[in-house]
């Protein structure tokens, strides 16, 4: 069987394992999560050889190159080898400020919780 020369850029998503299912790929692209070369991609471009596929999942961007377009869903291994994946490492958890949470269910913070706020952040 021959391998096809394109594959819509939501299958390709979900044939990859970036997303669960198909109907989570073609609600991400949607919702404007999809990029390919830069330009926002709906749900059936197609995708080739060459391209690079952004999908903004959970916070965080992933890079893909395109290798090989597959539109099944495939073994891991086949999959892993249809993307390169470009993503650079998340930042060290001591980098990242740490955001002070108050207890759920306790209001609004005070005038004097408020004061004790901003002179944390500096202001």
């Avoid at 249809?82 to 650079?88: E, G, I, L, S």
């Avoid at 001591?94 to 408020?114: F, M």
Wanted: proline content about 8%; hydrophobic content about 40%; aromatic content about 2%.
């Amino acid at each position: 069987m021959a391998e096809p020369d394109a594959a819509r850029v939501d299958a390709w998503l979900w044939a990859v394992r970036v997303c669960k299912t198909r109907s989570a790929a073609t609600a991400a692209c949607r919702a404007g999560h999809v990029r390919v070369n830069g330009e926002r991609a709906k749900a059936a471009q197609p995708v080739r050889p060459g391209d690079e596929v952004r999908v903004r999942l959970h916070g965080f961007d992933r890079i893909l190159i395109v290798r090989r377009p597959i539109v099944k869903r495939v073994s891991a291994e086949l999959a892993a080898a249809a993307a390169d994946d470009r993503t650079p490492a998340p930042p060290p958890r001591e980098a990242v400020a740490s955001v002070p949470l108050r207890d759920r269910g306790t209001g609004r913070p005070t005038k004097r919780e408020r004061r004790d706020l901003d002179r944390l952040r500096g202001r």
